[in-house]
């Protein structure tokens, strides 16, 4: 008689198929064995589940097949699903192996980031990657329906571009034939300018680049920027809008992705008071904080550096709000506060917990003199900006907009304390991270 076939399943769908048999496929995660017991757990991507080799239910050529596993040879299971705890487990018939592995230079011993980092590629398989890279997901998924249900249509913008859009130090410049130098887009945030004009209201998704020679906790040489762009908004209805998404991001992992914080061991309560209003303070008296505190060498006038940064967030409990940055310090497209011609309208997110700038946007200039003059006094380069010029040209029109660093939010979210591992490959300023080995 044929044998019966019986479905493949995967590890996060075993609650539909309480007490069936089962076939899974996946690596050898772990295995141990207690007395005549064999543990087995199986990781196949969705999950890792406990399989069970008793001689009351599993084979002879099972215990012997167990007897030679080692991590990461793939396996086949087929067995019966059954309740353990608040999961379940496989009580195992057969178990195959199906493809070897050499020694795993991941073992179970601990190793340092420089190795991790050089074994991404395989680090990938472990139970914090795979926690950190699902929450990225289910953030990624909830930008995306945020936006949508808020009528936004998403535009890709070119990652080759003439324009530097945060400050000529920061561009990767790209070999473009024989013709004049292009670069790694910085930002889409003009090409969404531009969008805005024609559809209202636009967000782009996209790889950004930033050729920043430094090696901070905070910073990656390529990273992910969400950038919402919206035709007459102002100032403050772009910081609730900004509240509304980080706090619709925040459900949503807290709802989806209890699992995956379980095992990242994220203090939950600390994201659960993630709900407006969050506080808007001043440029002024943002500094003012940081003046008083002792030993503080800030000046009135500065930009905040990171420390100035993780400083002010941590007087909070929920993100806040620093607005009305002096114009100097601030990019030349930010609008000019017309009651207060030193200061721009503009603002940065602090995440909690020292997480720093999660968030940064402002309203844009919006007159074709006022902005002229800024580039002039930034020392912008004119020639590959007069098509952003003609946007106020033709029916210039109040618009703002912000960026979003999807690893800054993942980090913050996850509780991590370096933004290398918000991503799957990060691209940072240590070189030898790469995947080109010598
Ligand atoms: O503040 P930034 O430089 O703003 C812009 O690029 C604007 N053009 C965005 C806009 O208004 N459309 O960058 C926006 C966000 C920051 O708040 C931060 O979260 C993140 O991008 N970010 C980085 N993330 C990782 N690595 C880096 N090197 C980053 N630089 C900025
Ligand atoms: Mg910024």
Not at 32 to 37: L, Q
Not at 42 to 53: A, E, K, V, W
Not at 85 to 91: A, L, T
Request: net charge neutral.
């Amino acid at each position: 008689m044929q044998e019966q076939k019986t479905e493949r399943i995967s590890v996060a769908d075993l609650n539909d198929a309480k007490e069936k048999p089962v076939l899974l496929k996946g690596w050898v995660y772990n295995i141990r064995s207690s007395g005549k017991i064999g543990f087995l757990l199986l990781r196949d991507g969705s999950g890792i589940c406990q399989c069970i080799l008793n001689a009351s239910f599993s084979s002879l050529k099972s215990f012997e097949v167990f007897k030679s596993l080692q991590q990461e040879n793939v396996v086949e299971v087929k067995g019966v699903v059954k309740a353990w705890k608040n999961s379940f487990e496989i009580q195992v018939q057969e178990l195959k192996k199906t493809g070897t592995s050499e020694a795993y230079p991941l073992g179970k011993k601990d190793h340092g980031i420089d190795f991790l980092l050089q074994h991404r590629h395989l680090w990938l398989r472990s139970k914090r990657p795979w926690a950190i890279l699902r929450i990225r997901h289910e953030i990624t998924k909830a930008i995306h329906a945020f936006f949508n249900k808020n009528n936004f249509l998403q535009i890709e913008s070119p990652v080759l571009t003439p324009n530097a859009c945060e400050g000529s130090s920061t561009l990767f410049p790209v070999q473009f034939f024989n013709e004049d130098e292009i670069y790694l887009s910085q930002s889409g945030q003009f090409y969404m300018e531009a969008a805005a004009a024609a559809f209202g209201k636009v967000y782009c998704f996209n790889p950004v680049f930033r050729a920043e020679k430094s090696s901070t906790r905070r910073h990656l040489l390529e990273f992910w920027m969400i950038e919402p762009e919206m035709a007459f908004y102002d100032l403050e209805q772009t910081m609730e809008l900004a509240e509304d998404m980080i706090t619709f991001i925040v459900s949503q992992v807290l709802k989806n992705n209890v699992k995956e914080l379980e095992i990242l061991k994220r203090n939950t309560q600390l994201l659960e008071k993630i709900k407006p209003p969050f506080a808007r303070i001043h440029y002024t008296e943002a500094a003012k904080i940081l003046i008083e505190k002792k030993n503080s060498k800030f000046q009135m006038g500065q930009d905040f550096g990171g420390e100035d940064e993780t400083l002010l967030s941590s007087h909070f409990e929920k993100p806040v709000f620093v607005h009305h940055y002096p114009s100097e310090i601030k990019a030349f497209y930010m609008k000019t506060d017309q009651k207060s011609p030193d200061f721009s309208l503009s603002f940065d997110l602090l995440g909690t917990e020292g997480y720093g700038e999660l968030v940064g946007g402002s309203q844009r200039e919006d007159d074709l003199e006022m902005l002229e003059d800024k580039m002039k006094q930034h020392k912008v380069e004119k020639e590959s900006l007069n098509w952003y010029l003609d946007l106020r040209r033709y029916g210039s029109f109040p618009h703002s907009g912000f960026g979003v660093g999807l690893e800054r939010v993942v980090s913050w979210i996850c509780g991590l304390t370096h933004v290398r591992e918000a991503i799957a490959f990060p691209r940072l300023y240590a070189r030898s991270f790469f995947e080109k080995q010598n």
